[in-house]
Nanobody, 123 residues
Framework: VQLVESGGGLVQAGGSLRLSCATS????????MYWVRQAPGKGLEWLSS????????SHADSVKGRFTMSRDNAKSTVFLQMNSLKPEDTGVYYC?????????????????RGQGTQVTVSS
């Protein structure tokens, strides 16, 4: 099983980034996919979830209206479009997978996870 995030980097406040997570080794279509992040010195924070389509997606209040999660089932890839970025969005962003809808700030709820990609938002 592999989940490989990409697209992170350094951006100024108000800017945008698009993260990607390419997956392999499991039945992508049967899994809920998630984006979570860990800010420096803080715990894990759930951000977004999606199942088979955008109609089955949800976002945390902290990113609602700014972040949009999507997935390409043909390519077994998920994306996170991040707009209007703020310095408090700085952190390591991870994609994760679970069989059930279980948005959580606990790694134990996810069956698979990637290694993460760093996002730094400067003020």
């Amino acid at each position: 099983v592999q989940l490989v995030e990409s697209g992170g980097g350094l951006v100024q406040a108000g800017g945008s980034l698009r993260l990607s997570c390419a997956t392999s080794g499991f039945s992508f279509g049967g899994y809920w996919m998630y984006w979570v992040r860990q800010a420096p010195g803080k715990g894990l924070e759930w951000l977004s979830s999606i199942y088979t389509s955008a109609d089955l997606s949800s976002h945390a209040d902290s990113v609602k209206g700014r972040f949009t999660m999507s997935r390409d089932n043909a390519k077994s890839t998920v994306f996170l479009q991040m707009n209007s970025l703020k310095p408090e969005d700085t952190g390591v962003y991870y994609c994760a997978a679970a069989r059930t809808f279980s948005p959580s700030n606990n790694w134990a709820q996810y069956q698979y996870r990637g290694q993460g990609t760093q996002v730094t938002v400067s003020s």
